[in-house]
């Protein structure tokens, strides 16, 4: 069985920074695809970053040049550093990984709450 773990939300000023951060454990041999996905209320989930195996990333235009998405392969884990924060970042804020196969299932963790507000 495997589980991804999310954290690092939680309520930020405009102009701020956060670091979210996600763990996978259980069952893993490989992992390939790793990224973020949001859903604000009202709205469907949208991409955010995604990072392959080897470090290639690619970002939803609205984030390009504020959010960066790195990972650790030793430590399984994913991160998203998020700087110049703006009310339209609120969302929660989800881990993904395509693990032990290139093509599928995804798995996704719970969600972590992102609150831009002043």
């Known amino acids: 069985q495997v589980q991804l773990v999310e954290s690092g939300g939680g309520l930020v000023q405009p102009g701020g920074s956060l670091r979210l951060s996600c763990a996978a454990s259980?069952?893993?041999?490989?992992?390939?695809?790793m990224g973020w996905y949001r859903q604000a209320p009202g709205k469907q989930r949208e991409l955010v970053a995604i990072?392959?195996?080897?470090?290639?990333?690619n970002y939803a235009d609205s984030v390009k040049g504020r959010f960066t998405i790195s990972r650790d392969n030793a430590k399984n884990t994913v991160y998203l550093q998020m700087n110049s924060l703006k009310p339209d970042d609120t969302a929660v804020y989800y881990c993904?990984?395509?693990?032990?196969?290139?093509?599928?299932?995804?798995?996704w963790g719970q969600g972590t709450q992102v609150t831009v507000s002043s």
């Open positions: 990072i392959s195996s080897g470090g290639s990333t």
């Open positions: 259980g069952s893993i041999f490989s992992i390939y695809i």
């Open positions: 993904n990984a395509r693990i032990n196969s290139p093509y599928g299932p995804d798995y």
